[in-house]
């Protein structure tokens, strides 16, 4: 049964049965002017050598111009004999003209322009097809030569009248559908096939007048001018299949049934009768001339699905199905050019602001579910609006001013919906484009206007503002100079004593990214780790940062100076960027470093997937001999999973715990559990943010063993802590580690 499916599949694909997409229809359709122009360009080539050899040859126009008035073969003279000759040549030559500009003008963005140029051709064709077609009725000597009088044949003239008729209606065609492009701004399928398809119509009837006529006149020149015609159809017209065997078999039996029918002359009959051996090959002729036919068209089919395809990916998400940045920005950018339209509308950036909670819950493959939801939701909510993802869980839409915080409003409490147990939020950043500003600027400003919103959980649109503006600035300043600020050795470490609880010596430092701009001075990471981290270039800061950490290390061992451990951080994004691993053994085999002296902070918050490329490297970094300090421990969302997937040597309470320290009274004992739990699972602890001396009395008894807080130091150059050290302001322990 199956294999009967399958097989009537393939005929009816075979046979073109199936529905195309619109843009393979389109493409099909393209591909179908595409060879109109080549077919039109042959005509007007053809046609115009036409005209001059009737010109030229032995007893043709030239002599009959000069005849005088009374001759005997009965033309006047002049413009009767051309148009006696040359009517046909002429409405060639101006229809294919008129239709290889409208072919080469199919997709020109200029619709004004190109309604001036067809119509230019239109007007040409009509004119011309209206004059031959009145002239005709009046009787004159335009259809036939004298010897073959148009009364006794009906069909032949009939077929010719057909022919003008058929020009006129193209050349209205052309002109109709350049005004429809130029109002709807866009190329219309129906008066595109009903172009081509007249034009097919006027190829075949052209043919049969020609061919018919030779047929039943007693000195036969052009009998196969049908065939030449049938195959010139085929060429520029390429359909479905099954319209293509309807069309060729239709044609061909037509004409067919007419020639054996046709009582012949005593001449013709001579040499034309029809042979059943005729019958075979006209036969073959049709079918191989369909095979042709069908052929091209499952080639064009194949590009087409192709092209789809690449279009596709070039346009779309893959994974939502929404129009992707770039399709975004460059149909933004346009509409951001027509007057009037940037003050009307505004950009969105929306943000799913715990998705990361529903990855981590529900795994990948739920989350990708999710954003689909997500997609849907974003698209149903602004119908008349661009919409895109951006990535990750990040939308994008430009939509009407008007009544978009209602729709927010809606849409975060369908978003909350998706996930009863999570319940996922959007926070949404608002901008309002100025007219012909670049599009991805724009939608960059209503991002960082979401990013202002951060974990509020009260606020969930806001909209750019002038103050934002200096924000945003800044984070442009820091994306276009990173490169710039590492080489100049802008970007350097600070480093902040880490102390024994016991008594208070230096057992390490940890290294702090800082950016002393010449313009700007000193900048502080927030002012540009987050930046970095969103465009994925944080891990050209933190090589730098090893460089020069290690820099340090090595002037120390060579100058004999005093010497501590050293914390450095990573950032998340620097392991999908980067091996880590790799570049950290390379910098520090460079300077000769003992592993022992560096240690690796790697966040909580980024250690959610014990399967991921991160952990992997974590491994590897504890294989290689380097110390993994836990940083931010409590934090995040995943803390006791981390603790138990992964092997780290030192926990790094984080500052949040001491917040409240004497105003909460839970803050002592939980402080006092994690300290414990960590002796129990073999770690170290070091307590950050210790600011008083009533919390480091309470830690040392907690027995937290390492402290680090602006009660022992802020972050300081490594020249300041030197020379600290050597004041005596910081005693280094003998036990490092
Ligand atoms: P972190 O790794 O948790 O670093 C500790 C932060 O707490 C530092 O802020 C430090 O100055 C601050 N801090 C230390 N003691 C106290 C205290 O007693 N009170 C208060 N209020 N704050 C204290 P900083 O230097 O501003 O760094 C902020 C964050 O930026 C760091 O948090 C780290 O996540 C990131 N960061 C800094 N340097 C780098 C770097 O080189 N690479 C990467 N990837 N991230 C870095
Ligand atoms: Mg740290
Ligand atoms: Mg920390």
């Known amino acids: 049964m199956d294999t009967v499916k399958k097989g009537l599949r393939s005929i009816a694909k075979f046979l073109g049965l199936n529905r195309n ?234 004409f067919w049934q007419l020639l054996s029918n046709v009582p012949l002359r005593e001449s013709t009959a001579a040499v034309f009768t029809l042979k059943d051996g005729d019958f075979v090959n006209y036969t073959t002729f049709v079918i191989s001339l369909t095979m042709v036919a069908i052929s091209i068209y499952h080639q064009r089919l194949n590009e087409a699905t192709k092209d789809e395809e690449l279009e596709f990916l070039a346009d779309y998400d893959e994974l939502t199905g929404l129009h992707n940045a770039s399709y975004f920005a460059r149909t933004v950018d346009e509409l951001l050019k027509v007057p009037g339209v940037g003050e009307k509308n505004i950009i969105l950036f929306i943000n799913v602001s715990n998705f990361k909670t529903i990855n981590d819950q529900h795994g990948f493959v739920a989350g990708n579910v999710f954003l689909k939801e997500v997609g849907k939701l974003v698209d149903e909510s602004f119908p008349k609006s661009v919409t895109c993802r951006q990535g990750d869980d990040h939308y994008i839409v430009f939509t009407p001013f008007d009544g978009f915080d209602e729709i927010i409003k809606n849409l975060n409490e369908k978003v909350k919906e998706l996930d009863k147990e999570i319940v996922p939020e959007i926070k949404v950043g608002g901008y309002r484009p100025k007219a012909s500003e670049d599009s991805r600027h724009a939608a960059d400003k209503a991002r960082y206007a979401c990013h202002t919103i951060g974990q509020n959980l009260t606020v969930h649109y806001r909209e750019y503002d002038d103050k934002m503006d200096q924000g945003y600035h800044l984070m442009q300043y820091v994306i276009h100079n990173i490169d710039k600020a590492i080489e100049q050795g802008w970007i350097r470490p600070f480093y902040q004593p880490v102390v024994w609880s016991k008594d208070k010596k230096l057992c390490g430092v940890e290294a702090l990214a800082r950016w002393v701009d010449p313009e700007r001075g000193l900048l502080p990471p927030y002012a540009f780790i987050g930046t970095l981290e969103q465009t994925k270039l944080i891990h050209k800061l933190d090589t730098c940062i090893v460089e020069r950490v290690c820099q340090d290390i090595r002037n120390c061992l060579d100058n004999n100076l005093p010497l501590v451990s050293v914390s450095l951080n990573f950032s998340r994004i620097d392991f999908e960027v980067m091996d880590v691993v790799e570049v950290l053994e390379e910098i520090v085999a460079k300077y000769r470093i003992p592993k022992e002296l560096l240690h690796v902070e790697i966040t909580e918050s980024a250690l959610s997937d014990s399967e991921s490329v991160l952990a992997k490297s974590v491994r590897a970094l504890k294989e290689r001999g380097y110390r993994l300090w836990l940083d931010d421990f409590g934090s995040g969302y995943s803390s006791l999973n981390v603790l138990k997937d992964y092997d780290f040597d030192v926990l790094k309470i984080d500052m949040k715990f001491l917040s409240g320290f004497s105003t909460r009274p839970k803050a002592k004992p939980l402080i006092a559990a994690v300290v414990a739990m960590a002796e129990k699972l073999g770690m170290h602890t070091v307590c950050e943010g210790v600011e008083t001396d009533e919390q480091r009395e309470f830690l040392k008894t907690a027995e937290c063993e390492r402290l680090q807080g602006y009660l022992f130091g802020k972050p300081i150059p490594f020249e300041d802590l030197q020379d600290r050290i050597n004041k005596g302001e910081f005693t280094v322990s003998d036990t490092l580690s």
Request: charge should be positive.
């Open 21 to 254: 997409s619109k843009y393979v229809n389109h493409y099909l359709m393209e591909a179908n002017v595409r060879s109109m122009v080549y077919m039109t360009a042959v005509i007007v080539i053809l046609e115009v050598w036409l005209i001059i050899y009737q010109h030229v040859k032995a007893d043709g126009l030239i002599y009959l111009y000069n005849l005088p008035v009374d001759d005997p073969k009965h033309y006047d003279p002049g413009f009767d004999a051309f148009f006696l000759f040359c009517s046909n040549f002429v409405l060639f030559l101006l229809v294919g003209a008129n239709l290889f500009v409208f072919g080469l003008t199919y997709r020109m963005k200029d619709t004004r322009k190109r309604l001036i140029i067809n119509l230019v051709f239109s007007v040409l064709a009509f004119t011309w097809s209206w004059f031959i077609f009145y002239e005709a009725k009046l009787g004159t000597l335009i259809w036939d030569a004298p010897e073959v009088a148009i009364k006794s044949n009906s069909l032949k003239s009939g077929l010719a009248v057909t022919l003008y008729i058929v020009a006129m209606f193209i050349s209205i065609s052309v002109a109709a559908e350049s005004v429809v492009v130029l109002i709807r701004k866009k190329t219309s399928s129906y008066f595109t096939m009903a172009i081509i398809v007249l034009f097919a119509l006027m190829c075949l009837a052209f043919g049969f007048k020609i061919s018919y006529g030779d047929y039943i006149s007693s000195k036969p020149k052009q009998m196969i001018c049908f065939f030449t015609m049938a195959i010139y159809v085929v060429c520029l017209l390429i359909w479905r299949p099954f319209i293509s065997v309807l069309m060729n078999v239709a044609i061909f039996v037509g």
